[in-house]
Antibody, heavy 119, light 106 residues
Framework: QITLKESGPTLVKPTQTLTLTCTFSGFSLTTSGVGVGWIRQPPGKALEWLALIYWDDDKRYSPSLKSRLTITKDTSKNQVVLTMTNMDPVDTATYYC???????????WGQGTLVTVSS | DIQMTQSPSSLSASVGDRVTITCRASQRISNYLNWYQQKPGEAPNLLIYAASSLQSGVPSRFSGSGSGTDFTLTISSVQPEDLATYYCHQSYRSPYTFGQGTKLEI
């Protein structure tokens, strides 16, 4: 059974850096075709794809946020970390990590973590 | 970037109705199109992958079709538990964009 869980601060101040960790089980991030993605959702708004890291350490980012995002993996810990610099109140959202299957879809999602940006 | 446009943005249906949601891609994406259901207060859940493949455990009243740029999600007989927002998602090319969502009210 595949599970993912996001962890990190619930409140960050403007200009700070957000670090979120996705801890997963039930799959290996060394398996060909597999990835872990990050998606966010501002309150009452649509899903926004942020970043994806593949089994071979290839990384993809949303062009509009690329300068602020870094995604890394630690296969020994079964974790994927997303950092976002220079946080702003508009970045207030629920942040999800999800298992990317070889077909390209997000087959399993974490429960999400709400991050509020406020001074 | 590939833009994904869903229609309608919201719709109201009665139990037993047949409902169709449309998703259009700004360029051809073959069948790299997925549908998710998000119930209030929950994480999204995969319904359909590769445009028409039903995810394991998803009721057979859900179906998907299309290829290229135009795709549809159909609920053959809406049930009360289908109250949710539905999102399409292209996995053809990065950035792997989502549609803006379709809110289904029962």
């Amino acid at each position: 059974q595949i599970t993912l869980k996001e962890s990190g601060p619930t409140l960050v101040k403007p200009t700070q850096t957000l670090t979120l960790t996705c801890t997963f089980s039930g799959f290996s991030l060394t398996t060909s075709g597999v990835g872990v993605g990050w998606i966010r959702q501002p309150p009452g708004k649509a899903l926004e794809w942020l970043a994806l890291i593949y089994w071979d350490d290839d990384k993809r980012y949303s062009p509009s946020l690329k300068s602020r995002l870094t995604i890394t993996k630690d296969t020994s810990k079964n974790q994927v970390v997303l950092t976002m610099t220079n946080m702003d109140p508009v970045d207030t959202a629920t942040y999800y990590c999800a298992h990317r299957r070889a077909d390209g879809d997000f087959g399993v999602w974490g429960q999400g973590t709400l991050v509020t940006v406020s001074s | 970037d590939i833009q994904m446009t869903q229609s309608p943005s919201s719709l109201s249906a009665s139990v037993g109705d047949r409902v169709t949601i449309t998703c259009r891609a700004s360029q051809r994406i073959s069948n790299y199109l997925n549908w998710y259901q998000q119930k209030p207060g929950e994480a999204p859940n995969l319904l359909i992958y590769a445009a028409s493949s039903l995810q394991s455990g998803v009721p057979s009243r859900f179906s998907g079709s299309g290829s290229g740029t135009d795709f549809t999600l159909t609920i053959s007989s809406v049930q009360p538990e289908d109250l949710a927002t539905y999102y399409c998602h292209q996995s053809y090319r990065s950035p792997y964009t989502f549609g803006q969502g379709t809110k289904l009210e029962i």
